[in-house]
Every structure is written in C-alpha cells, then in structure tokens.
C-alpha cells in the first residue's frame, strides 16, 4: 500500500538551517538553492566543511518484509525523476505505479499495472509520457500520461520472447523466470530503445529469448535485432549513446541448454548501430582460466563517446576502441590466492563519459568451482569494495576504497558527482553503512553521505539538476532473526 510518510516539503529543525549540497535549507522550511562557504552563518547556524545529505520526503510502499524473512534478494524499485524535477515516477515489485510531486509528497498519480513486477520507468525527453516496462507473464511495455497514468498505447513484448506463467507465490526466485523489459531508454529526437529478456525452464529444458527494439513515439517499431526474431541469448541492461554516430552496446550472455547460436557474441559484446540496429562490430572475451570456465557481465557494460567499457564478473575490466578493437585490460578484482584458497571481486557496475570511466569492484567471494562450496574467504581482496576511475585509455586516475557494502554507481547530469549505493551487508552486521555515499566524479573526495534505515537498491537517482536524489530501501534480517526496515523510498537534498 502506498504511503507518503512525510508531506508539505521538508522538515528542518525549527531552530536552525541546514548546508546542503548547492542550497540551503532555512529554518522556516524553504530550500534557498545557492552555493555557501564553511564557516558561513544562516539562521544562526554556522556551515560545516562538508555538506548534509537530509531526508524531504518518504514514500512507504508495499509490505515486504517477508522477503527477508526467507532469505528473499531484496525488492528493487524503478525510479526516475521528471526532466523539470518536479515529479518522482516509482514501479514497485507488486507492479505498481506511482507519480509523486517532489518535495511535497502529494501524490500526482497511482495504479497497479503489472501481474508481476515493474521493470523499468523512464519519462520522455519532453516529460509528456512515462513509459513502463513490466516482468510479467505478457511483459507489457506501456506508455501513460505522467498526470493520470492513463494508457496512450502497449506493446506485447512477449510476442516477440515468448510468454511465461506467473510461478508459485512461494517461489522464492520465480518472478525472475518471467520475460522481461530489462531497458527502456527514451532518445532526445524521439521514440526509445527497449530490451527484451526471458529466461525460464520447461520441462526441465531452460530457454532463453531476447531481443532488442528501436520504437517510434507512438509504439511501432522502426528496427530490431535480431532481424529475425528473437536471440537464443540474454541480453541485459544496453548501455545506449546518443553522441558521435549513437550506438547501443549490448552484453551477450548465456543459460539456455543446449549450443549456443553461432551467429552470437556469447560471452561477449555487440555494439549496434543506433538507427538501424545493425551490428557495428562484435567482441567476444576469453573465460579467466583456471578459475572460470564461462564469461558474466552485469551492469557494468557501457558506452562512451568514442569508446566501450566492459566489466566482468571475473574482475577483469576491457577498454575498447570504437571500432571494438582493444584499448587497454584492467584487472583489479581478478582472484588471488588468501592462505590456500582464491579470493575474487567482480566489476558489476560502470558509467561512462567523455572524461573516461569509473566502475566499482564489490565485495570478496570465492569463485564459483574453484574451493569447497561451503568455505568462506579467509581474507577481504584487496580490490574489495572499491570505486575506480580510470581515463578513456585505461591509465589509473583515482581509486576509493570504503567501508560500505557497494552495489550500484550512478554520475550526475553535469558529470560532477558519483551517487553510489550501499546495500546488503554478508561480511558483517552493521547496520551504520546503508545508503549511499556521494563522491566527487574528477577527485574520488567524498561529499557526503545519504543514509537509510535499511539497505539502498542497486539504482539510486540524480534529480535533472543533480539536487534531489532519490534511494530505494529494503527490509533486512537482523542477526538476532528479526526483520527491521521497510520497502520505501527517501527523497534526499
């Protein structure tokens, strides 16, 4: 059930002002958008060294607290903000949907859309339509009026990855079985990019359909790849660059039974071109033997103006020209042997822009084959819990390492600031580290910290301007078996 825990804008101590980044928040409530200097006085507070990072507004959604009861991964919600910032459009798990006006918590819009989750929520260039794409048995992609959340038009984007039946409520992974838009990506000229995704089991044979559409701003489609119908393949979370000649960069992954189609990149990468969807090149990448038999991207597969970024399960990260050819191998995360036993850390997640990339390693695991399933690592990976940057050639510019469980990285829209996620703790209990840090894109200086009651999701949110940011949290499991927190979103200034 939706609920906006906090209305009438923010809610400061009456007594004082507070320093946020680039405003203020005076004592009567108003947030004065300037910039400030340490040791200013406002309302007789004086301005710390660095900026807070406040909660404005709660938006408390479903009940979710079973999830951490049995060991659920925890629910994620689709976020984005309006392109003028006055509105915040939310997709819950449960397949909701609603449009908050921001900071004031009124709820614009709210409607429950999908049999299964909301994938994807994403405004249009002009902020005239919300397009949302469900997991569900049909993976219906909609476009709505952002005031009512009323239908303009859908696509079924299981006539193309085939449908799937909704599993069992107590199926603890099932509502990933369901097809999928796994990106919807509106383009600045006009209509979207969209990926399709479905993995699932039949009769004990697993499947895999995926496909990737260029739509028009009324539904058709104008190109697809493949040409010929949906890929024996996985293709998750395209990285799309309007800039140079525009492409989408698509990670190809694989778990289906049987050969995989030859006419595939599998374990590699396709970059398409952005008007057609043809392919401009393809890149596969050997398995890091002897501790990997096969290749996994995540999130971490990105465009920039001229060149690509791919980063592996492994932790081997890959520069590439604009041709696909190589430009430099990183290896921060890739294993190293801990008192006998191999130690590793993944690059999960990237952005790109022109000044070059920054990624982040996670936390230490043992890889998949390589040591007795049941040992845990003796020693953290010295890459653990990391955030890079590196410049378009490869060459080091600054590295970070944190205390915080790190799961998602996101840059500004003026590229001067890194929101990145702290989620789920395995290494240890505290409770002290959930939210997310704010860093300084060209230094690696820590900002400030945004922090939540419970462990953030892996997709927090720049603001238009880079003013508000917006976190997902989940419930949690205590180490006493008890569930604190709540499935909700903070607004942050």
């Known amino acids: 059930m939706l609920g906006v825990l906090s209305c009438g804008g923010p809610q400061p101590d009456p007594s004082t002002a507070h320093f946020l980044r680039g405003a203020v928040l005076r004592s009567d409530g108003?947030?004065?958008?300037?910039?400030?200097t340490p040791g200013e006085v406002v309302d007789g507070a004086v301005a710390p060294r660095m900026p807070e990072c406040r909660p404005v507004m709660h938006v408390l959604l479903e009940d979710r607290r079973s999830d951490a009861e049995q060991g659920v991964p925890p629910a994620g919600v689709s976020m984005e903000?309006?392109?003028?910032?006055?509105?915040?459009?939310?997709?819950?798990?449960?397949?909701?949907?609603d449009v908050i006006r921001v900071p004031r918590g009124e709820v614009v819009a709210s409607r429950r859309l999908a049999e299964g989750a909301v994938k994807q929520v994403a405004f249009s260039a002009d902020g005239d339509t919300l397009f949302v794409g469900e997991q569900s048995p049909d993976a219906f992609l909609y476009a709505l009026d952002p005031a009512t959340l009323n239908e303009r038009w859908k696509v079924r984007l299981a006539d193309d990855i085939d449908a799937s039946t909704l599993p069992a409520t107590d199926t603890m992974y099932g509502r990933y079985s369901l097809p999928g838009a796994y990106a919807v990506k509106p383009l600045v000229g006009g209509g979207l990019i969209v990926a399709g995704a479905h993995g699932w089991t039949v009769d004990g044979v697993r499947?895999?359909?995926?496909?990737?559409?260029?739509?028009?701003?009324?539904?058709?489609?104008?190109a697809a790849f493949p040409v010929g119908g949906a890929a024996d393949a996985v293709f998750l979370f395209p990285s799309v660059s309007e800039e140079g000649a525009g492409d989408v960069l698509v990670g190809v992954s694989r778990s289906a039974d049987g050969p995989a189609?030859?006419?595939l990149p599998v374990g590699g990468l396709v970059d398409l071109d952005l008007e057609t969807l043809t392919p401009r090149w393809t890149r596969t990448f050997s398995?890091?033997?002897?501790?990997?038999?096969?290749?996994?991207?995540?999130?971490?597969?990105?465009?920039?103006?001229?060149?690509?970024?791919?980063?592996?399960?492994?932790?081997?990260?890959?520069?590439?020209?604009?041709?696909?050819?190589?430009?430099?191998?990183?290896?921060?995360?890739?294993?190293?042997?801990?008192?006998?036993?191999?130690v590793g850390v993944g690059v999960?997640?990237?952005?790109?822009?022109?000044?070059?990339?920054?990624?982040?390693t996670t936390g230490t695991n043992i890889p998949w084959g390589s040591a007795d399933p049941a040992a845990r690592p003796p020693a953290a990976?010295?890459?653990?819990?990391?955030?890079?940057?590196?410049?378009?050639?490869?060459?080091?510019r600054w590295d970070r390492s944190?205390?915080?469980?790190?799961?998602?990285?996101?840059?500004?829209?003026?590229?001067?600031?890194?929101?990145?996620?702290?989620?789920?703790?395995?290494?240890?209990?505290r409770t002290d580290l959930f939210g997310a840090i704010v860093l300084a894109a060209d230094t690696g200086d820590w900002i400030t910290t945004c922090s939540t009651s419970g462990p953030a999701d892996f997709r927090p949110v720049f603001g238009p301007d880079g003013g508000w940011i917006a976190i997902a949290e989940a419930p949690y499991r205590r180490g006493d078996g008890t569930v604190a927190g709540a499935y909700q979103v903070t607004v942050f200034r």
């Not at 002897?290 to 999130?299: A, H, Y």
């Open 402 to 429: 944190v205390r915080h469980s790190v799961g998602g990285i996101v840059l500004s829209p003026d590229r001067a600031e890194l929101l990145v996620a702290a989620g789920p703790r395995d290494s240890d209990s």
């Open 261 to 263: 189609p030859a006419e």
């Open 381 to 396: 990976h010295p890459a653990e819990n990391t955030v890079h940057a590196v410049f378009p050639d490869g060459k080091p």
């Open 287 to 342: 398995p890091l033997s002897p501790w990997f038999s096969e290749v996994f991207f995540w999130e971490a597969v990105v465009r920039g103006p001229d060149y690509a970024f791919a980063g592996l399960g492994d932790g081997r990260g890959f520069l590439l020209a604009d041709d696909g050819s190589s430009r430099a191998e990183i290896g921060p995360g890739v294993p190293v042997d801990t008192a006998g036993v191999p």
């Open 348 to 360: 999960g997640y990237a952005v790109a822009g022109p000044e070059g990339v920054w990624y982040l």
């Open 81 to 97: 903000f309006s392109p003028d910032g006055s509105l915040l459009a939310l997709g819950t798990v449960e397949g909701r949907v």
């Open 207 to 222: 499947r895999n359909r995926s496909r990737i559409w260029r739509l028009s701003g009324d539904g058709a489609v104008v």
């Open 30 to 36: 108003s947030i004065e958008v300037r910039a400030w």
